[in-house]
């Protein structure tokens, strides 16, 4: 039996997508941190997908171009902007990369100019086609790429790795187009969300399981044990002061001083809003052991990319959760 060569590229994609996201999932777990080498590696096979998937739908060099500019935005988020300052000291990598970026925005410019008369509303409801609803897809990369710099710089993504991942993601699988379809949408359901910003949602979905997990762990562990332990199980749990500073936390328990010049214990409902220094950390936690305590509440550092890894499943076999709950609801 023939395969395909969408068949070919969606389980290439799919394969390389689990291989990265497992990989950055598992050093994000171990050290909050994937190194940007991480990024620049794998980002490889990603344009090579990207730039196959272009040539076998017979695509024109603006949409090429177009393409290279959606990886110019992204790239910024890995080497950074040149700068007028690098140019003019001779900087080869910043001259080099200005002159990609310039001919990448020709690119998108004079697709612009063939391609812009088209709706881009009639190619999302599937009315257009041909290379014009291609290049249309592939602008919507830019936009894609855009929300998620904004997302992150305004820290509604907190994490680098989770909006370079995120990126990743988008220049890997920039449209459904040939990822294969497990469960098939009703008809009258056309639009969806690109896979990028589909992956962030079923990994929210996954974050919501979170509460549940940590009501059954504080339970089986006997922490909730008065009234105001009840706001505390929910979103974190108890741990030995001595394993603090060992583990990816936060610390929520602190010592208060009263108006009277005497102090009392007291729990956080949320988690500081900059990180502690290890130094600012060691003497709280001398506070607490001076105080005689060595229970504590504290909330996990839960980093993105280790929800987002499983959520490649169900986003994979159910495509976008909006155009699924859009089904369901009848909407």
Same mark, same amino acid.
């Given at each position: 039996?023939?395969?395909?060569?969408?068949?070919?590229?969606?389980?290439?994609?799919?394969?390389?997508?689990?291989?990265?996201?497992?990989? @950055?999932?598992?050093?994000?777990?171990?050290?909050?941190?994937?190194?940007?080498?991480?990024?620049?590696?794998?980002?490889?096979?990603?344009?090579?997908?990207?730039?196959?998937?272009?040539?076998?739908?017979?695509?024109?060099?603006?949409?090429?171009?177009?393409?290279?500019?959606?990886?110019?935005? @992204?790239?910024?988020?890995?080497?950074?902007?040149?700068?007028?300052?690098?140019?003019?000291?001779?900087?080869?990598?910043?001259?080099?990369?200005?002159?990609?970026?310039?001919?990448?925005?020709?690119?998108?410019?004079?697709?612009?100019?063939?391609?812009?008369?088209?709706?881009?509303?009639?190619?999302?409801?599937?009315?257009?086609?041909?290379?014009? @609803?291609?290049? +249309?897809?592939?602008?919507?990369?830019?936009?894609?790429?855009?929300?998620?710099?904004?997302?992150?710089?305004?820290?509604?993504?907190?994490?680098?790795?989770?909006?370079?991942?995120?990126?990743?993601?988008?220049?890997?699988?920039?449209? +459904?187009?040939?990822?294969?379809?497990?469960?098939?949408?009703?008809?009258?359901?056309?639009?969806?969300?690109?896979?990028?910003?589909?992956?962030?949602?079923?990994?929210?979905?996954?974050?919501?399981?979170?509460?549940?997990?940590?009501?059954?762990?504080?339970?089986?562990?006997?922490?909730?044990?008065?009234?105001?332990?009840?706001?505390?199980?929910?979103?974190?749990?108890?741990?030995?002061?001595?394993?603090?500073?060992?583990?990816?936390?936060?610390?929520?328990?602190?010592?208060?001083?009263?108006?009277?010049?005497?102090?009392?214990?007291?729990?956080?409902?949320?988690?500081?809003?900059?990180?502690?220094?290890?130094?600012?950390?060691?003497?709280?936690?001398?506070?607490?052991?001076?105080?005689?305590?060595?229970?504590? +509440?504290?909330?996990?550092?839960?980093?993105?990319?280790?929800?987002?890894?499983? @959520?490649?499943?169900?986003?994979?076999?159910?495509?976008?959760?909006?155009?699924?709950?859009?089904?369901?609801?009848?909407?």
């Amino acid at each position: 039996m023939a395969v395909s060569t969408e068949a070919i590229l969606g389980w290439s994609r799919i394969g390389v997508f689990l291989l990265c996201m497992g990989i @950055a999932a598992w050093m994000d777990h171990k050290t909050r941190r994937v190194a940007n080498e991480h990024w620049l590696i794998w980002v490889k096979p990603a344009i090579f997908l990207w730039f196959l998937e272009l040539i076998a739908r017979e695509a024109d060099w603006t949409i090429f171009l177009t393409a290279s500019a959606v990886i110019c935005y @992204a790239s910024t988020a890995i080497i950074g902007r040149p700068t007028l300052k690098d140019i003019s000291t001779g900087s080869r990598i910043d001259i080099i990369v200005t002159l990609w970026y310039s001919v990448s925005i020709f690119g998108l410019i004079s697709g612009f100019m063939s391609y812009g008369d088209t709706n881009p509303l009639d190619v999302a409801l599937g009315q257009v086609g041909g290379l014009a @609803a291609l290049w +249309w897809s592939t602008v919507l990369g830019l936009a894609v790429i855009f929300v998620i710099d904004i997302a992150w710089r305004l820290r509604m993504i907190h994490g680098g790795a989770d909006a370079k991942a995120l990126m990743w993601v988008a220049i890997l699988m920039p449209s +459904w187009s040939t990822i294969p379809n497990f469960y098939q949408a009703s008809e009258e359901v056309i639009i969806s969300l690109p896979p990028a910003i589909a992956l962030l949602m079923w990994g929210g979905v996954s974050f919501l399981l979170i509460p549940i997990m940590l009501c059954c762990k504080n339970l089986l562990d006997n922490n909730v044990k008065s009234i105001s332990d009840l706001r505390m199980f929910w979103h974190s749990t108890m741990m030995d002061l001595e394993e603090v500073q060992k583990r990816h936390v936060w610390l929520l328990t602190t010592v208060v001083e009263m108006p009277d010049g005497s102090s009392k214990i007291h729990h956080r409902s949320r988690a500081p809003r900059r990180t502690p220094t290890d130094e600012q950390l060691a003497e709280s936690i001398e506070n607490l052991r001076n105080h005689e305590i060595s229970r504590v +509440w504290v909330s996990y550092k839960l980093p993105l990319l280790v929800f987002l890894f499983p @959520a490649i499943i169900p986003m994979v076999i159910f495509g976008d959760l909006t155009t699924l709950v859009i089904e369901i609801l009848g909407l």
